[in-house]
């Protein structure tokens, strides 16, 4: 059982569709970050929320666009998707220290017809 | 430039053999050092860390790393694999030494373990 919880496990949506990826935590923690991970490569950063305020953002393109409406929660919405961002998405969150390990959900697998 | 190098794309062990994943860092300073390993359609589970003290470190499911310095390695052993650790396994840093959250892990591009019965 992982502590931080990503929903849902699979998603397909087309390009034209609007969705979003949750995720969930009640370490207490401040820090939550979102990955993507395409097969067979480490995860890539894509955002860093600080005390519920967006910290890092990796160039992510805008059809990205996350939101922490509180220190348990953390969204992802999807719009006008490619193809090429089929892939697994990855919530994680940490203490804020630098010492701290960062903690992963299970992840969402998202197809873009 | 900071980097993680994980020589072993893929090995294969026969279950009940001893295993050692390598990672190597390059870094400005001694970074923090992370061990994950991550099962097929699941996320990456922290196996073990290192930030100071004692070089030889112990996990969760019976692996343990050395933090070597000299070499700027700190590599992953388990004595006797079961089944079970069939996984890929990534190595990550961060940097030592700052108040906030830990956006830049850099990840080696993981070692894909195979085991035998």
């Known amino acids: 059982d992982t502590e931080v919880t990503q929903t849902p496990k699979h998603l397909v949506m087309g390009m034209t569709n609007k969705k979003s990826l949750k995720c969930e935590q009640h370490m207490g923690h401040r820090a939550m970050y979102w990955y993507k991970q395409k097969a067979k490569k480490p995860p890539e950063l894509m955002f860093v929320?600080?005390?519920?305020?967006?910290?890092i953002n990796e160039s992510v393109p805008s059809r990205f666009s996350p939101e922490c409406p509180n220190s348990s929660l953390l969204n992802l919405h999807l719009h006008a998707l490619q193809p090429e961002d089929s892939a697994l998405y990855l919530c994680a969150s940490s203490r804020l220290r630098s010492n701290q390990p960062q903690h992963f959900g299970d992840g969402t697998r998202l197809s873009i017809l | 430039a900071q980097s993680v190098t994980q020589p072993d794309i893929h090995i294969t062990v026969s279950e009940g053999a001893s295993l050692e994943l390598r990672c190597n860092y390059s870094?400005?300073?001694?970074?923090?050092l992370f061990w994950y390993v991550q099962s097929p359609g699941q996320g990456l589970q922290l196996l073990l860390k290192?930030?100071?003290?004692?070089?030889l470190v112990q996990g969760i499911k019976g692996f343990e790393a050395e933090f070597k310095r000299s070499q700027s390695s700190f590599n992953l052993r388990k004595p006797s694999v079961h089944w079970s650790d069939a996984a890929e396994y990534f190595c990550a840093v961060g940097p030592p030494n700052y108040g906030g959250s830990q956006g830049n892990l850099i990840f080696g591009k993981g070692t894909k373990l195979s085991v035998k019965p």
């Open positions: 290192y930030f100071s003290g004692d070089t």
């Open positions: 870094y400005g300073a001694t970074p923090y």
């Open positions: 929320y600080s005390y519920e305020k967006l910290s």
